[in-house]
Nanobody, 117 residues
């Protein structure tokens, strides 16, 4: 079992920045992937960015150049720095953890990000 605790959501004006954090604990494998997904009202959950424990990163096209995912393997923590936020970034952001290969996906409870003036 893996537990995920997210923090850092909130209300921000368009063009502003927020940093999300997600700390994992429990049965952490050396090879794993941590990621951020988001779900806006009335839409399906979508991948925002992912970061493997060996350094591979991927981003959704909609956030490239604005968001940066990073992680501290010693702390089993992943971060999402979100800059130049837009109203369409408003969503509940979920942290995900999975062992590699083929592990179960564990999810955090989510943190709400609202971009509005």
């Amino acid at each position: 079992q893996v537990q995920l605790v997210e923090s850092g959501g909130g209300l921000v004006q368009p063009g502003g920045s927020l940093r999300l954090s997600c700390a994992a604990s429990g049965s952490i494998f050396r090879l794993n992937v941590m990621a951020w997904y988001r779900q806006a009202p009335g839409k399906e959950r979508e991948l925002v960015a992912r970061h493997t424990s060996v350094g591979t990163t991927n981003y959704a096209d909609s956030v490239k150049g604005r968001f940066t995912i990073s992680r501290d393997n010693a702390k089993n923590t992943v971060y999402l720095q979100m800059n130049s936020l837009k109203p369409e970034d408003t969503a509940v952001y979920y942290c995900m953890y999975s062992n590699i290969p083929g592990g179960v996906n564990y999810w955090g409870k989510g943190t709400l990000v609202t971009v509005s003036s």
